[in-house]
């Protein structure tokens, strides 16, 4: 039994690649918690995924065990979380479980979009914060200009910021300290009923659905009879247990505890996050606040190349959704591509994320459609139709107006490409709401169309400030504006996965750069193919791929040359039939391509 004084929980927040995984294998390394030789780098991050692209993508948790300078044992409870923003909703969850932060900030580069991001759910969060100022031992450092930085950007006093270089050890027990000595212990009463917030869930093959848990009051223990109050699902544990980062048994876990249960849960699905576990018999009066659900902001279709393997598609997906929560599917069928899943994300790596894990993990090819985003349409019968797929566009006559989901951005940009960067978000139909310095950096603030942005706004920010540009964004509201449905037809033959929504000004210069890449795409048949770009049945570009030609005259020797001109004019009849009947092939690769628009 720990005495409540003695624990700390914290998380670690910081922008990509500021250290955050790097320091959390020093803390882990310095206090003993592992052993030496089975120390890895990125210690906590798991899957395969996160280590190839060097990214947090699930925040994960660790218990540590330290003697402070004051002869007083402490346990720590740190939890690593993502720093970029499509999985804000992993760092947001966490910061409820813990009291205090550590704000790692590279004493390089300074203060990014998403430190601010992190920082500001931190402060919501109501946590005490601690400055770290991370890579000391990098020539470029320069903490004194980062500290005035972090005050004058955040706001936060950053006059006693530790600072530490955490690949190569320097300062750290400085931060385990800092750490004791700064961060707020946790509150709680041990006698009272079970209060616990469940933190996150995921599958465990052998186990069933593990289920992480800050205990904010009361005790849990194995055998016990728990109610998921949201859920209202009654459960027997059948065990609990601390990471370290491995499952170590104990026989409970008391207030301002971190820790896991198992209960023979079957579906993630039943572990709601942010629910609150409380006794079966002694209830607690009123469930903790929870968090809201996680808002899908990009939509797109998954299609198995393959339409047999429809059937492994739902299989997978379906295991991929336990141990994601913030992912959302439903079914969905196109003409052109067959069955598929309509799914939601939280932003465009999201949705590379999941790809990439469905092709790996369950070795699926996939088609994936165009991006895109929720409309609104308002009827003119006084109803609201939210619309996924642009392809289920009701008939326009119908529609009042249309209205678009609208981000606000921050980016942050060395001065040199500031003009770059403001032409870029202007082209995006982009409004300027701020703009300040920070040192050398200006501070941009737009409101920004979503529409414009899921595509690939993110890489062309980074082409125009060859990557010095930092980028984050918060949802705003939804606003009207003239918005237009671009269908694209092959050969007299509309493809849905084509059809995209764009603004009525843009539709002609998106649909003639479509239909150009599309002709280099599809490949030539025996007839001639139309691509036409159209707005409702007004056709407002149009490109033609030449008929591949067969020589049929090639066994004529010599003779009468109406011979050769009989065999012509039948050819010329068998083509148009064939036009008539005939089924172009879109290759794959083009409907990804036609839609990477370069401006």
Same mark, same amino acid.
């Given at each position: 039994?720990?005495?409540?004084?003695?624990?700390r929980?914290?998380?670690?927040?910081?922008?990509?690649?500021?250290?955050?995984?790097t320091?959390?294998?020093?803390l882990?390394?310095?206090?003993?918690t592992?052993?030496?030789?089975?120390?890895?780098a990125?210690?906590?991050?798991?899957?395969?995924?996160?280590?190839?692209r060097?990214?947090?993508?699930?925040?994960?948790?660790?218990r540590?065990?330290?003697?402070?300078n004051?002869?007083?044992?402490y346990?720590?409870?740190?939890?690593?979380?993502?720093?970029?923003?499509?999985?804000?909703?992993?760092?947001? &969850?966490s910061?409820?479980? *813990?009291?205090?932060?550590?704000?790692?900030?590279?004493?390089?580069?300074?203060?990014e979009?998403?430190?601010?991001?992190?920082?500001?759910?931190a402060?919501?969060?109501?946590?005490?914060?601690?400055?770290?100022?991370?890579?000391?031992?990098?020539?470029?450092?320069?903490?004194?200009?980062?500290?005035?930085?972090?005050?004058?950007?955040?706001?936060?006093d950053?006059?006693?910021?530790?600072?530490?270089?955490?690949?190569?050890?320097?300062?750290?027990?400085? *931060?385990?300290?800092?750490?004791?000595?700064?961060?707020?212990?946790?509150?709680g009463d041990r006698?009272?009923?079970?209060?616990?917030?469940?933190?996150?869930?995921?599958?465990?093959?052998?186990?069933?659905? *593990?289920?992480?848990?800050?205990?904010?009051?009361?005790?849990?223990r194995?055998g016990?009879?728990?109610?998921?109050?949201e859920?209202?699902?009654?459960?027997?544990?059948?065990?609990?247990?601390?990471?370290?980062?491995?499952?170590?048994?104990?026989?409970?876990?008391?207030?301002?505890?971190?820790?896991?249960?198992?209960?023979?849960?079957?579906?993630?699905?039943?572990?709601? +996050?942010g629910?609150?576990?409380?006794?079966?018999?002694?209830?607690?009066?009123?469930?903790?606040?929870?968090?809201?659900?996680a808002?899908?902001?990009?939509?797109?279709?998954?299609?198995?190349?393959?339409a047999?393997?429809?059937?492994?598609? !739902?299989?997978?997906?379906?295991?991929?959704?336990?141990?994601?929560?913030?992912?959302?599917?439903?079914?969905?069928?196109?003409?052109?591509?067959?069955?598929?899943?309509?799914?939601?994300?939280?932003?465009?790596l999201?949705?590379?994320?999941?790809?990439?894990?469905?092709?790996?993990?369950?070795?699926i090819?996939?088609?994936?459609?165009?991006?895109?985003?929720?409309?609104?349409?308002?009827? &003119?019968?006084g109803?609201?139709?939210?619309?996924?797929?642009p392809?289920?566009?009701?008939?326009?006559?119908?529609?009042?107006?249309?209205?678009e989901?609208?981000?606000?951005?921050?980016?942050l940009?060395?001065?040199?490409y500031?003009?770059d +960067?403001?032409?870029?978000?202007?082209?995006?139909?982009?409004?300027?709401?701020?703009l300040?310095?920070?040192?050398?950096r200006?501070?941009?603030?737009?409101?920004?169309?979503?529409n414009?942005?899921?595509?690939?706004?993110?890489d062309?920010?980074?082409? +125009?400030t060859?990557?010095?540009?930092?980028f984050?964004?918060?949802?705003?509201?939804?606003?009207?504006?003239?918005?237009?449905?671009?269908?694209?037809?092959?050969?007299?033959?509309p493809?849905?996965?084509l059809?995209?929504?764009?603004?009525?000004?843009?539709?002609?210069? &998106?649909?003639?750069?479509?239909?150009?890449?599309?002709?280099?795409?599809?490949?030539?048949?025996?007839?001639?193919?139309?691509?036409?770009?159209?707005?409702?049945?007004?056709?407002?570009? !149009?490109?033609?791929i030449?008929?591949?030609?067969k020589?049929?005259?090639?066994k004529?020797?010599?003779?009468?040359?109406?011979?050769?001109?009989?065999?012509?004019?039948?050819?010329?009849?068998?083509?148009?039939?064939?036009r008539?009947?005939?089924?172009?092939?879109?290759?794959?690769e083009?409907?990804?391509?036609?839609?990477?628009m370069d401006?």
């Amino acid at each position: 039994m720990t005495d409540l004084k003695n624990i700390r929980n914290f998380s670690i927040v910081a922008h990509i690649d500021h250290g955050k995984s790097t320091l959390a294998d020093r803390l882990i390394q310095s206090t003993g918690t592992v052993k030496d030789r089975d120390m890895q780098a990125q210690l906590l991050d798991t899957m395969d995924i996160e280590r190839e692209r060097g990214i947090t993508i699930k925040a994960n948790t660790v218990r540590i065990e330290y003697k402070a300078n004051d002869g007083e044992d402490y346990i720590l409870n740190l939890i690593d979380t993502p720093g970029h923003v499509d999985f804000a909703y992993e760092v947001s &969850r966490s910061m409820r479980a *813990v009291e205090g932060s550590l704000l790692v900030v590279d004493a390089a580069q300074g203060v990014e979009a998403q430190t601010l991001a992190n920082v500001y759910t931190a402060i919501e969060a109501d946590h005490e914060i601690v400055p770290v100022l991370n890579k000391v031992d990098l020539p470029a450092a320069d903490c004194d200009r980062v500290a005035e930085q972090i005050e004058d950007v955040i706001g936060i006093d950053a006059s006693d910021a530790v600072q530490i270089s955490a690949k190569t050890g320097v300062g750290i027990p400085d *931060v385990l300290e800092a750490i004791v000595n700064r961060l707020p212990p946790p509150t709680g009463d041990r006698d009272a009923p079970l209060k616990a917030l469940l933190v996150d869930s995921w599958y465990d093959q052998y186990l069933g659905v *593990v289920v992480l848990v800050r205990v904010m009051d009361g005790v849990l223990r194995k055998g016990d009879k728990i109610l998921m109050m949201e859920a209202g699902a009654t459960y027997n544990v059948d065990q609990v247990a601390f990471l370290r980062p491995q499952m170590e048994k104990t026989d409970e876990i008391g207030p301002g505890e971190i820790g896991i249960l198992t209960a023979s849960i079957k579906q993630v699905r039943d572990t709601r +996050v942010g629910d609150t576990i409380t006794h079966d018999k002694a209830r607690a009066a009123e469930a903790l606040p929870g968090y809201a659900p996680a808002q899908p902001v990009v939509f797109c279709g998954l299609f198995p190349v393959d339409a047999a393997e429809f059937e492994d598609l !739902r299989a997978s997906i379906d295991k991929l959704a336990l141990n994601d929560a913030s992912f959302s599917f439903e079914m969905e069928t196109s003409a052109a591509l067959g069955f598929g899943f309509r799914c939601g994300f939280l932003g465009l790596l999201h949705l590379e994320v999941i790809r990439d894990r469905l092709e790996r993990e369950y070795d699926i090819p996939l088609i994936t459609t165009a991006p895109s985003v929720i409309y609104h349409m308002h009827m &003119r019968d006084g109803s609201v139709i939210e619309m996924h797929n642009p392809a289920d566009m009701p008939d326009p006559s119908l529609i009042d107006h249309i209205k678009e989901p609208r981000i606000k951005a921050t980016i942050l940009v060395p001065d040199e490409y500031l003009g770059d +960067v403001l032409k870029l978000c202007q082209d995006r139909r982009g409004i300027q709401i701020d703009l300040t310095y920070a040192g050398s950096r200006a501070m941009v603030v737009y409101d920004l169309p979503l529409n414009e942005v899921v595509f690939d706004f993110y890489d062309r920010l980074k082409s +125009v400030t060859k990557g010095y540009a930092s980028f984050d964004y918060t949802m705003g509201d939804y606003s009207e504006d003239q918005l237009v449905k671009m269908s694209i037809l092959v050969n007299d033959e509309p493809v849905d996965a084509l059809s995209t929504m764009v603004h009525r000004t843009r539709a002609e210069a &998106r649909g003639k750069a479509m239909c150009e890449k599309l002709k280099e795409l599809i490949p030539q048949h025996m007839f001639k193919i139309p691509i036409q770009a159209a707005l409702g049945g007004r056709i407002i570009s !149009r490109e033609t791929i030449s008929a591949l030609r067969k020589d049929v005259t090639a066994k004529c020797y010599g003779g009468d040359a109406t011979r050769k001109r009989k065999l012509l004019d039948k050819q010329k009849k068998g083509k148009k039939r064939m036009r008539e009947f005939g089924r172009v092939s879109i290759p794959q690769e083009a409907f990804i391509s036609a839609l990477k628009m370069d401006d």
